[in-house]
């Protein structure tokens, strides 16, 4: 399994709480950040370069943030697009 998210520290204590419940889960962590399609194209590349291939994608990103009119277009954006283009690179 591969977890995503922008923050390495985070994704390592995931996978340590992962792995108290078992502890031969294969969990690798990538560094991605929704909010930036470079991002995006960079983590494609990299699983394009490892050769694994992405069987099953959960989209689960969210932004919670003020509601203001920018605000809630980096939310949709975040939410819906960003997450689209993980699957569609």
């Known amino acids: 399994m591969i977890m995503m998210g922008r923050n390495p520290q985070k994704g390592s204590e995931s996978i340590a709480r992962i792995h108290q419940i078992n502890r031969k889960a294969n969990v690798n962590f990538e560094k991605i950040d929704l909010a930036n399609l470079s991002s995006i194209k960079a983590f494609a590349s990299r699983m394009i370069l490892k050769g694994q291939p992405i069987d099953l994608l959960i989209n689960n990103a ?5 509601l203001s009119e920018s605000k809630q277009q980096m939310d949709l954006s975040c939410n819906s697009a960003r997450t689209i283009s993980v699957t569609l690179h």
């Open 62 to 66: 969210g932004v919670m943030t003020p």
